[in-house]
């Protein structure tokens, strides 16, 4: 069975540039534009892990990990950050909302996919 990932991101390029990577991987990709949509499309997607950006309008990253790990179901879900920020700091403030690891823009896709088989195995 394939394994579900969400993914929340603003812009349409990385957007697009994840669903390729992913369902060439064999995984099932979900995606949202923005943390709102994602916590909206969160309980039909049911992911088995959510790639999450940081920068998004209407709610960011950190908001939308708070919200996903506010959800008993979702508390266990590995959240994989995929940002150009590098910021110690705000590492850290997402490791404290619930993220499990941090990609840094521009992705390698390759990376990318050992960290989702690492974290989903």
Same mark, same amino acid.
């Given at each position: 069975?394939?394994?579900?990932? =969400?993914?929340?991101?603003?812009?349409?390029?990385?957007?697009?540039? %994840? %669903?390729?990577? %992913?369902?060439? @991987?064999? *995984?099932?990709?979900?995606? @949202?534009?923005?943390g709102?949509?994602? =916590?909206? #499309?969160?309980? @039909?997607?049911?992911?088995?892990?959510?790639?999450t950006?940081?920068?998004?309008?209407?709610?960011?990253?950190?908001? *939308?990990?708070?919200?996903?790990?506010?959800?008993?179901?979702?508390?266990?879900?590995?959240? %994989?950050? =995929?940002t150009?920020?590098?910021?110690?700091?705000?590492?850290?403030? @997402?490791?404290?909302?619930?993220?499990?690891?941090?990609? #840094?823009?521009?992705?390698?896709?390759?990376?990318?996919?050992?960290?989702?088989?690492?974290?989903?195995?």
């Amino acid at each position: 069975m394939k394994k579900r990932v =969400l993914t929340v991101d603003d812009s349409r390029t990385i957007r697009n540039m %994840l %669903l390729v990577t %992913l369902n060439n @991987a064999g *995984f099932e990709t979900i995606q @949202a534009e923005d943390g709102v949509e994602g =916590l909206e #499309v969160l309980e @039909a997607a049911n992911p088995d892990v959510i790639v999450t950006d940081i920068n998004m309008p209407r709610l960011d990253g950190f908001g *939308f990990i708070e919200g996903v790990r506010k959800n008993d179901r979702y508390r266990a879900v590995p959240i %994989l950050v =995929l940002t150009t920020e590098s910021d110690a700091e705000k590492k850290n403030r @997402a490791r404290q909302a619930g993220a499990t690891g941090w990609i #840094v823009k521009p992705f390698d896709p390759t990376k990318l996919i050992d960290a989702i088989e690492r974290v989903t195995a």
